[in-house]
């Protein structure tokens, strides 16, 4: 698993005082078989570690900073420069600006387009889209219900099995709207017709902005996806889709480097709000397996008291974790964003997450803090005590159902299970070691 590898090499490299030629060296080696198996271009790799390689072989760390600080920022600079330092926006200085979306079948166009759609409307525009794509048999369907989810336009026809035509006779249709977004095929009879419809379809809808949309899940393949779409246009950015799950998308990397386009968003989930503005850095923090340390704790400095954030991110990571620890977690949650985030940002963490957890909803957050809430200090601290009378009594207390009660005891066990793995694994030092 790369992020287990490099959290290793990351820690390996931390815990030495003094770096030398043949630590440099290997090290580079650590990351190169981490990239490789990430899925990242092996010709990517090779030129991204000869670069790691020259660099900390040759320049002095400045003022200040140790050798191995060096080094990881070396490395994380290398990979920051590949896909760009900052967030990239759509510049929508045309009208209508045409956006037309490729990709392939399953690779989530349709739903980013709703995604899109909505983070447009977000900043107050109102997209209308066109549906060209005749081959996947509820294309149209999909779109509809989407549209309507959203409250805007819709040009398609299920009937009409000529994509060209329905491209062109959507923007006669939506020609006064601000922004038009075109979905199309990403499955044909071969992949020959595919493409050569797009470089069609593109010259009609001569778009303002062509997003290639990548399945961050499907690793080495992104390289030739993304060489072969962008010989039917000039893909203008990527969005990486299905970034929510325990893939870092390191096969995106190589579809950035294959095209010269950067990543815009990324697609964290199927619902309309799961997408993301793509920061560069957080991707790469994660995709090292280095964690947002550095954003966690800056984060946390500024909002809670960092002796409970420390005191709980320890229990979590030795095993003994309470009640209390939760609710302290739970508290901090409030004010650094949903679970999930926040466990994205510790190392080795992120892809553990329970089930139960990725689905915490800030209502349930909201839920479970009134049922602890009923709870005394002495049940927090020993859940083990909280039993049939004290479910009742607490559920009671918090107006909620015994059932409820139950699942949060269920979920704090899983957790709790959960927290201990990690711990087992190396991260048993606590937040302070991690940092340190
Ligand atoms: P298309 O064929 O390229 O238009 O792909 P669709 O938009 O129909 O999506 C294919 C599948 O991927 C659907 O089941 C989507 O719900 C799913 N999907 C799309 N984006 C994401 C994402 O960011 N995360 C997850 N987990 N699923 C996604
Ligand atoms: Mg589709």
């Known amino acids: 698993n790369l992020g287990e590898n490099l959290t290793n090499t990351m820690k390996k490299l931390a815990g030495m005082a003094v770096i030398d030629k043949k630590t440099i060296k290997e090290v580079v080696k650590d990351i190169q078989r981490a990239l490789i198996q990430s899925d990242v271009n092996i010709q990517l790799v090779l030129k991204l570690s000869k670069t790691i390689e020259d660099r900390a072989l040759n320049e002095k760390p400045p003022k200040g900073i140790t050798p191995r600080e060096h080094v990881i920022t070396i490395v994380y600079e290398e990979m920051v420069n590949l896909l760009g330092e900052k967030s990239h926006e759509l510049n929508i200085d045309d009208k209508p600006f045409k956006i037309m979306f490729l990709g392939l079948q399953g690779s989530g166009k349709t739903t980013t387009i709703g995604k899109l759609a909505r983070f447009l409307q977000k900043k107050g525009y109102s997209p209308a889209i066109v549906s060209t794509d005749t081959w996947r048999p509820a294309a149209y369907e999909q779109l509809r219900q989407l549209t309507e989810e959203l409250n805007i336009s819709l040009y398609g026809d299920p009937n009409n099995k000529d994509a060209l035509d329905l491209a062109e006779k959507g923007l006669k249709k939506f020609k006064n709207q601000k922004i038009i977004i075109f979905d199309t095929a990403g499955r044909h009879k071969d992949e020959a017709d595919l493409l050569e419809e797009m470089e069609n ?158 689905k915490m909803t800030e209502g349930k957050i909201d839920k479970y803090k009134i049922i602890m809430s009923s709870m005394s200090i002495y049940e927090m601290e020993n859940p083990k005590v909280i039993k049939k009378s004290r479910i009742t009594r607490i559920a009671r207390g918090a107006g909620v159902r015994n059932e409820e009660v139950k699942e949060l005891l269920k979920y704090f066990n899983s957790t709790k299970k959960a927290m201990k793995g990690i711990g087992k694994r190396g991260g048993g030092g606590g937040i302070n070691r991690l940092v340190s």
């Open 201 to 358: 379809l593109s010259s009609i809808i001569d778009p303002n902005e062509a997003i290639l949309v990548i399945d961050g899940t499907i690793g080495q393949q992104a390289h030739d996806q993304a060489n072969a779409f962008a010989k039917t246009t000039d893909i203008g950015s990527i969005i990486v889709t299905k970034l929510d799950g325990s893939a870092k998308g390191g096969g995106a990397l190589s579809a950035v480097a294959e095209v010269g386009a950067p990543i815009k968003f990324i697609g964290t989930g199927e619902r309309l709000d799961d997408f993301e503005v793509f920061d560069p850095e957080r991707f790469i923090s994660r995709l090292l397996g280095m964690g947002d340390i550095k954003t966690l704790i800056e984060k946390a400095e500024e909002v809670i008291d960092e002796d409970v954030a420390a005191e709980t991110m320890n229990a979590m990571l030795s095993g003994k974790f309470t009640i209390k620890d939760m609710k302290n977690q739970f508290d901090m949650m409030g004010k650094m964003g949903p679970v999930q985030q926040v466990m994205n940002m510790v190392p080795g963490i992120g892809a553990k997450i329970p089930k139960e957890a990725r």
